[in-house]
């Protein structure tokens, strides 16, 4: 639903007020699109659930402070991505303590292959793949890839150093090839 700036102006002026039917509006724009950001970043669509949830209470309680500067989707998903963020800082023990026995060992130094290789591999493979790693390596990979975000950035927002995130990505990028190089075989 493509909305005229106008219509998104009073909508966001709306829940500034704290209007339910503004926030409500809100919720069923972003929710399909934001649904799919917080799954790259949980264990289970449970969980995803859970994130978005509380996601959207972030986007209501911090709305005062979007200023129209930018796009206000941006600013929805970077409120999101946080809250995926704060949700694994908050959880961080317990992921290290899961067991990873479903993730394939591999060697982090793997050559680059041609992509020709790859071919039959669906966008949904690649998502199942990514959704196999554990949590940690799931986070750093999504926040890289997907993101945009640097190791820098990365190690902050985490808690870990830099060489944890760089060894992360390399890890999740060798997990993911190994998962989908057994998909092409089968």
Not at 23 to 36: A, D, I, N, S, T
Not at 61 to 78: L, Q
Not at 111 to 137: C, M, Q, R, T, V
Request: proline letters at 2%; glycine letters at 6%.
């Amino acid at each position: 639903m493509k909305l005229e700036q106008e219509e998104l102006t009073e909508i966001i002026n709306g829940c500034k007020k704290q209007h339910r039917l503004s926030q409500q509006k809100v919720y069923e724009m972003f929710y399909g699109k934001m649904l799919p950001v917080c799954n790259r970043y949980a264990k289970n669509s449970e969980e995803a659930k859970d994130i978005l949830q509380n996601g959207f209470i972030k986007v209501f309680e911090k709305i005062d402070k979007y200023n129209f500067d930018g796009s206000f989707g941006g600013w929805v998903r970077r409120l999101i991505v946080n809250t995926a963020i704060d949700h694994y800082r908050k959880h961080k023990n317990v992921y290290l303590i899961e067991d990873e026995s479903r993730i394939a060992d591999s060697d982090p130094w793997y050559e680059e292959e041609p992509a020709s290789k790859y071919e039959g591999i669906s966008s949904e493979d690649i998502k199942s793949a990514i959704s196999k790693l554990s949590p940690a390596y799931r986070m750093v990979f999504s926040l890289y890839i997907l993101e945009g975000y640097s190791h820098q950035e990365i190690a902050d927002e985490l808690g870990v150093s830099l060489g944890t995130s760089k060894s992360n990505l390399a890890k999740a990028k060798a997990n993911v090839k190994k998962i989908l190089m057994k998909k092409l075989k089968k």
